[in-house]
C-alpha cells in the first residue's frame, strides 16, 4: 500500500505546497515543519524550474528567487534529509520532467526512495509518454502522481484507472494563482474518477480560503493550496514559517 494512503486516512486531507529554496532553504525546512505541525497531511515540495509552464506569476516568483539563490536538485535532497528527521507526514515533488530527465531519471527517483519522498508530480509529462518514468517509479516505489484537468474529458476514465499515489484534478483551465471562483464543474469529475478507481483525489489551483477548502474538499478528498502559501512566504521571507503555520491551522479546521 502506497504510504500516500497516509494522508486520507484519517478523514479530508490538507495539502500546502512550499517552493523550496524560497526565499532559502532553512526557511523551507521551516515551513514545511509549521506545516506539518499545524494539520497537514500532506506535503507537496516544489523543485525550482527555469520555465515552469503550469505555474502563474506567484510561484514562478519563487521559482525565480530560489534558482537565483543558488538552489539545485541536490541542494534540495539534502534538505529532504534534514526535513525526514522531524517530519513524517508523507511528501512529494512537483516539479518537471527536464528536471528529472537531466539529472537522470534512475538517479532522481532512486534518490526520492532514499530519502523518503514518496510521489512525484510532474504536470508537463502527458498520460500518454507516462511510460517515459513509470517503470523507473515503480521499480523504487515513488508513486508517479496523474492529474486530470477540465479538458480531460473521455480521457479521465482511463487517467483514473492507471492512477498511483492520489489523483490531482486540476481545479480550472490556465496556470496556479488564486481565484476569486472556481466555475468548473468539478462533481462530474470526481463521479467519473469514483467509478473507475478507488485512488483519493484532491484539487487543486486556484484555493486560497477556508471557504473554498472546505467546498472543494466536500467534494474530494483533499485540497490542495500553492499560491496563497507561496504569497504568505513571499511577504513575510524568513519570518514566514509561523504564518504558514497559521494559515495552514485555519484551512485544516475548515476542512476537518
Known amino acids: 500500500m502506497s504510504n500516500i494512503n497516509k494522508a486520507f486516512a484519517n478523514g479530508k486531507a490538507f495539502i500546502p505546497f512550499i517552493t523550496c529554496g524560497d526565499p532559502d532553504l532553512q526557511t523551507t525546512l521551516q ?8 494539520g497537514a497531511d500532506l ?11 503550469a505555474e502563474g506569476p506567484v510561484i514562478q516568483g519563487a521559482n525565480i ?18 526535513i525526514r528527521k522531524e517530519v513524517f507526514i508523507p511528501m512529494v515533488f512537483m516539479t518537471y520532467a527536464n528536471v528529472v530527465f537531466s539529472y537522470g531519471a534512475e538517479k532522481f527517483i532512486s534518490t526520492c526512495k532514499e530519502i523518503g519522498i514518496d510521489g512525484l508530480i510532474l504536470p508537463d509529462l502527458p498520460y ?6 513509470l517503470p523507473v517509479c515503480q521499480k ?18 482511463m487517467i483514473a484507472k492507471e492512477a498511483e499515489g492520489f489523483l490531482y484534478i486540476v481545479s480550472s483551465l490556465g496556470v ?4 476569486s471562483e472556481i466555475k468548473t464543474d468539478l462533481a462530474s469529475i470526481v463521479k467519473i474518477v469514483r467509478e473507475n478507481t478507488g485512488i483519493p483525489c484532491a484539487i487543486g489551483f486556484g484555493i486560497s480560503t477556508p471557504e473554498q477548502a472546505k467546498k472543494m474538499s466536500d467534494i474530494a478528498d483533499g485540497a490542495i493550496v500553492g499560491s ?21 491551522k485555519s484551512m485544516k479546521d475548515a476542512i476537518r
Open 31 to 38: 515551513a514545511v515543519k509549521a506545516a506539518a505541525d499545524n
Open 43 to 53: 506535503i507537496e515540495l516544489g523543485i525550482p524550474f527555469s520555465d515552469p509552464t
Open 65 to 82: 528567487r530560489a534558482l537565483n539563490g543558488g538552489v539545485t536538485t541536490d541542494k534540495i535532497f539534502d534538505l529532504v534529509k534534514e
Open 128 to 133: 500518454e509518454e507516462k511510460d517515459e518514468f
Open 140 to 157: 523504487y516505489g515513488v508513486d508517479l502522481i496523474s492529474l486530470i484537468a477540465p479538458t480531460s474529458a473521455d480521457r479521465i476514465s
Open 176 to 179: 496556479t494563482g488564486t481565484r
Open 228 to 248: 496563497a502559501i507561496i504569497k504568505i512566504i513571499e511577504k513575510y521571507g524568513k519570518d514566514s514559517p509561523k504564518y504558514v503555520g497559521e494559515y495552514v
